[in-house]
């Protein structure tokens, strides 16, 4: 499963957003998540893959920039 | 409502006048280190009313206190209603507020010596969480309030409401108060203090026994009550029909000792409502107890029922629905309000369930065991006496 897919899957799951507006272009409004709930996704997501998010690089305008971000941290972690 | 008997006030009092204790013995903790606590919990389940994402940013009392919220409106008809809530305040009581998740942060700072804790920690805990998810979630925009007065929280809460209401400042209120606390650090904690009941011979379900010679101590509970309190004029013009009439709140201090209760700081607090409310002491047919099940409590709550009522008390019955809900601290002074308010509108008065011997010796009618009917019941208390000395009594009336 890739990262987006995983993603994907944990918002439909962990934060029942409607799996119809669950796009690579979505923005995190669209899908239903304030600048708080950003933050606390942006911890699970965290958890999740066992990254850390540098506060610098925690930009994103939508849901498939986020996926590469965490893609390329995965990577950067080797 | 969100309680140890459900959520459909009707029928929790039906199950509190029968006397069906929701009291268990439950494991809480670890394997490691865990232990055995008698609890009232409450079975909740925050969906459908709330998403996966809203819950995420909200600790266990301010879900119980956004459902019991969605149940109230929702059963006065205010739910949706705009316009009518722009203006309503909030007013709850709440003691310790986000006890689960602190639990969880401490748990990563000192297990996983980590500092990496959940970004949202801070506005999870916050005492004030209940009221504010309350008010942002149902649009009610008037002022919102937090009163953590321990055990007297909402008592407190559905006071200070009905002064507002009362001396015109407001028209509408969400009052009401939520605990959630029965996470194991918390219980832990109240284990230590000793003044926790040990489980019953006659199983754990039968282990809150205020006023009972087997008593041992108070069982904690959870859950949220959430009444709409209104003017009466508001409520006339909408047509509502109300369970009950708050015409009386005295609040005092004790200025005496951090946990053991004082018979003159409850007396002055009952004094003063009955003053508030323009009542007769010897109009009053009931009073929901404060009753914990602690053996000083108790009895001194009993001296302050024969210092207001006289010698035995006599016309008077009171009674502790403590014995089968436990005591829901932050939320247990709306729980027993509500319960009092259907006690005025069935015309029932709800027992001391498990009351067997009353100790110390008394005349007072402690309704033990049995519920009983009370077609002429117009005028009921409830007590609320805190930790800390913090005492509150609300003075309701049959409409």
């Given at each position: 499963?890739?990262?987006?897919?995983?993603?994907?899957k944990?918002?439909?799951?962990?934060?029942?957003v409607d799996?119809?507006v669950?796009?690579p272009?979505?923005?995190?409004?669209e899908?239903?998540l304030?600048?708080?709930?950003v933050?606390?996704?942006?911890?699970?997501?965290?958890?999740?893959?066992?990254i850390?998010v540098?506060?610098e690089?925690?930009?994103?305008?939508t849901?498939?920039?986020a996926?590469?971000?965490?893609?390329?941290l995965?990577?950067?972690?080797g | 409502?969100?309680?140890?008997?459900?959520s459909?006030?009707?029928?929790?009092f039906?199950?509190?006048f029968?006397g069906?204790?929701?009291v268990?013995l439950?494991?809480t903790?670890?394997?490691?280190?865990?232990?055995d606590?008698l609890l009232?919990l409450?079975?909740?389940?925050?969906?459908?009313?709330?998403?996966?994402?809203?819950?995420?940013?909200q600790s266990?009392?301010?879900?119980m206190a956004?459902c019991a919220t969605h149940?109230?409106l929702?059963?006065t008809g205010?739910?949706?209603?705009?316009?009518?809530l722009q203006?309503?305040?909030?007013?709850?009581?709440c003691?310790?507020g986000g006890?689960?998740v602190l639990?969880?942060?401490y748990?990563v700072?000192?297990?996983?010596k980590?500092?990496?804790?959940?970004?949202v920690t801070?506005p999870?805990?916050?005492a004030?969480?209940p009221?504010?998810?309350?008010?942002?979630?149902?649009g009610?925009r008037?002022p919102?309030?937090?009163?953590s007065?321990?055990?007297?929280s909402?008592?407190?809460?559905i006071?200070?409401?009905?002064?507002a209401?009362?001396?015109g400042?407001?028209?509408?209120?969400?009052a009401g108060?939520s605990?959630?606390?029965?996470n194991?650090g918390?219980v832990a904690?109240?284990q230590?203090l000793g003044v926790?009941a040990s489980?019953?011979p006659n199983?754990a379900?039968?282990?809150?026994?205020?006023?009972?010679?087997?008593?041992?101590?108070l069982v904690?509970?959870?859950?949220?009550v959430?009444l709409?309190?209104e003017s009466?004029?508001?409520?006339?013009?909408?047509?509502?029909d109300?369970?009950?009439e708050?015409?009386?709140y005295g609040?005092?201090?004790?200025?005496?000792?951090?946990?053991?209760p004082?018979?003159?700081?409850?007396?002055?607090?009952?004094?003063a409502a009955?003053?508030d409310a323009g009542?007769?002491?010897r109009?009053?047919g009931?009073?929901?107890a404060h009753?914990t099940?602690?053996?000083?409590?108790d009895a001194?709550?009993?001296?302050?029922?024969a210092r207001v009522?006289?010698p035995g008390?006599?016309g008077?019955?009171?009674s502790?629905?403590?014995?089968?809900?436990g005591h829901l601290?932050?939320?247990?002074?709306?729980?027993?309000?509500?319960l009092?308010?259907?006690?005025?509108?069935?015309?029932?008065?709800p027992?001391t369930a498990h009351?067997?011997t009353?100790?110390?010796d008394t005349?007072i009618?402690?309704?033990p065991?049995v519920?009983r009917?009370?077609p002429?019941?117009?005028?009921?208390?409830?007590?609320?006496?805190?930790?800390?000395?913090s005492n509150?009594t609300?003075?309701?009336?049959r409409?």
């Open positions: 499963m890739s990262v987006y897919d995983h993603i994907a944990i918002l439909a799951e962990e934060y029942e799996e119809a669950i796009r272009d979505a923005s995190m409004a899908l239903g304030d600048s708080l709930m933050v606390e996704f942006l911890f699970c997501i965290e958890d999740e893959f066992e850390e540098p506060e690089r925690a930009e994103f305008a849901l498939g920039e996926a590469a971000l965490v893609d390329t995965i990577a950067e972690k | 409502m969100v309680s140890p008997h459900g459909e006030p009707r029928a929790v039906d199950a509190v029968a069906e204790s929701a268990r439950c494991r903790g670890t394997d490691e280190f865990g232990g606590a009232a409450s079975d909740f389940d925050p969906s459908p009313r709330i998403s996966k994402a809203q819950a995420r940013l266990r009392a301010a879900q956004v149940d109230a929702e059963a205010l739910l949706g209603d705009t316009q009518s203006d309503t305040g909030v007013y709850m009581g003691g310790l006890s689960e639990q969880d942060a748990r700072y000192f297990v996983r980590s500092r990496r804790l959940n970004p801070v999870l805990i916050m004030s969480g009221a504010s998810h309350m008010s942002m979630r149902f009610a008037g919102s309030h937090t009163f007065v321990a055990c007297a909402s008592s407190v809460a006071g200070e409401a009905f002064r209401i009362r001396d400042y407001i028209d509408r209120v969400l108060g605990e959630a606390m029965l194991d918390s904690a109240w230590r926790m489980p019953h199983g379900q039968a282990s809150s026994r205020p006023f009972d010679k087997d008593r041992t101590g904690l509970g959870e859950g949220s959430v709409v309190l009466e004029e508001v409520a006339a013009e909408r047509g509502a109300p369970i009950a708050i015409v009386g609040a005092s201090s004790d200025a005496h000792n951090l946990t053991e004082d018979a003159d700081g409850q007396e002055r607090a009952v004094r009955l003053a009542v007769d002491a109009d009053v009931y009073v929901n009753g099940g602690t053996l000083a409590g001194v709550e009993l001296d302050v029922m009522f006289g008390a006599p008077v019955a009171v502790s629905t403590k014995s089968v809900h601290v932050g939320a247990a002074g709306a729980l027993e309000c509500a009092t308010a259907f006690a005025l509108k069935r015309g029932q008065i027992p009351l067997k009353p100790t110390p005349d009618d402690l309704v065991r519920g009917a009370a002429e019941l117009k005028v009921a208390l409830s007590n609320s006496f805190a930790f800390g000395g509150a609300l003075v309701l009336k409409t």
